[in-house]
């Protein structure tokens, strides 16, 4: 197949998230919160060598820290990160969920006073039983449905 | 200790020395003492929301102390109706006062106030969410009752789904050791969350929906109001408050030892006629409510 028939092209310089939950790349984008104006390819359901579907996202001349991409995590826990140099992979690592999660997301309780006309930032800490719940730092409440939960 | 916000934060040690502080101030809290160790200090007692008991109790601990009180009950006369925030709210009391206690419809209102506040905060309910004091008075009553905080089968009634004061209760008789029984009503049982710690710490008994089935067994018997406005049918909620009236005949069938708690206000979950009973230990538990918060100020404000 010709390079004019590839669904996303390669990219020279910047990042790919690999191994995205299928249909997750748009809250990935969200949690993330970027806004560029480079060039940007998103791959939704694409088919896994490993078997099922994935999301894929790509980033020209934009290198992800390792905090940005620990909050991709939050979404979708299994995801890869991959630094793009000179059309290489010069890094490739797992995106890991912060202990600590400060603006980004909204309590899921109506009722919190984080979701009143505060002036604080919400926080969140990952529960310490390894279940991945996040909880309010303000009412102790676990987040329901976190990917409903960004920037909202 | 600085400021007093929720029950998860207090270690078993922090609490027995709340308690032995407590038993230290009953005389004082009686009147047949004098302590003026709070003199000069002030007080901030801001409470957005109705409260009785907890709010008299602080002010009463306040006042045999030597110290005084500002504050407000309600909102109606202040600037928070011409849409003041909390944090700028806590801010101003903090520069009046040596500490506040802060009762608040928002879940986490303390946890906020905590960081706009130069003094230290106490909460005094938020919300469905905590209410430490009143788990400590609770347990003050208990200790002082049964001698003891561990060992001791306890059944909690009522409506657990929305009572704040069994969950933090739950949580803080999970941190000593005993078996904790809940009896409520279908769909106001007990959150998941609270059901789970139980259970992990090997300290959950018998959960049914009739105190008949507990009350042999129980040493405290833990009774909360089952609210109105939690069922959409009228008739329902008489039939439902109709099973879990406490009454002596009831309160007869557990053991001799046993005593009968309840947070208050009671609207009808016990009748009248237990009041006499050697059992009925819930106005001891409210009186409980001045000695504990005299040992929570003496520490936060008076740096004991």
Excluded: W
């Excluded at chain 1, 579907?53 to 909050?71: G, T």
């Amino acid at each position: 197949m010709s390079d004019k028939y590839m669904k996303v092209e390669r990219i020279e310089h910047g990042t790919v998230i690999d191994h995205i939950l299928p249909s997750m790349a748009f809250d990935v984008l969200r949690v993330l919160g970027l806004s560029s104006d480079k060039t940007m390819s998103i791959l939704v359901n694409s088919h896994s060598k490993k078997g099922g579907k994935k999301d894929i996202l790509k980033f020209e001349d934009v290198e992800l820290s390792a905090e940005e991409a620990n909050l991709v995590a939050l979404v979708s826990p299994h995801a890869t990160i991959n630094i793009i140099v000179g059309g290489k992979v010069v890094r490739k690592f797992n995106a890991e969920a912060p202990q600590v999660v400060r603006g980004i997301l909204t309590c899921s309780n109506p009722n919190c006073i984080s979701n009143q006309n505060e002036p604080i930032i919400t926080e969140f800490k990952q529960s310490d039983d390894g279940s991945h719940r996040y909880i309010c730092t303000y009412c102790e409440r676990d987040i329901i449905d976190l990917a409903k939960m960004i920037g909202t | 200790m600085r400021h007093v916000i929720s029950v998860h934060d207090l270690s078993v040690e922090a609490i027995i020395d709340v308690l032995d502080r407590a038993e230290g101030m009953l005389a004082t809290a009686r009147g047949e003492a004098v302590n003026d160790s709070l003199r000069g200090k002030v007080l901030g007692s801001i409470f957005f929301e109705p409260s009785t008991r907890t709010r008299l109790s602080f002010e009463t601990a306040m006042s045999r102390l030597g110290g005084s009180v500002v504050g407000f009950a309600g909102t109606e006369a202040t600037s928070v109706v011409k849409g003041e925030t909390l944090a700028d709210t806590i801010r101003m009391v903090s520069g009046y006062t040596d500490a506040i206690v802060l009762r608040h419809p928002r879940e986490g209102a303390a946890k906020l106030a905590t960081e706009f506040s130069d003094v230290p905060i106490i909460n005094a309910g938020d919300g469905a969410g905590q209410h430490p004091t009143q788990t400590l008075l609770d347990l003050f009553t208990i200790r002082q009752e049964m001698g003891r905080l561990e060992g001791l089968n306890i059944s909690l009634v009522g409506d657990l789904r929305y009572g704040r004061t069994v969950h933090s209760l739950a949580f803080a008789l999970a941190k000593f050791g005993n078996t904790i029984n809940l009896v409520s009503p279908e769909g106001l049982e007990m959150p998941d969350e609270v059901i789970e710690h139980l259970e992990e710490s090997g300290q959950f008994g018998t959960a049914c929906h009739a105190p008949e089935q507990v009350i042999e067994k129980t040493d405290i018997l833990y009774v909360t109001r089952i609210q109105k406005e939690r069922f959409p049918d009228p008739v329902e909620y008489q039939k439902v408050a109709g099973k879990y009236l406490i009454d002596p005949e009831l309160v007869s069938k557990g053991p001799e030892r046993m005593i009968v708690m309840h947070p208050l206000p009671r609207i009808n979950e016990i009748i009248p006629e237990v009041d006499a009973m050697p059992q009925a230990k819930y106005f001891v538990q409210a009186f409980n409510g001045v000695p504990v918060r005299m040992a929570l100020l003496s520490m936060v404000v008076g740096g004991a």
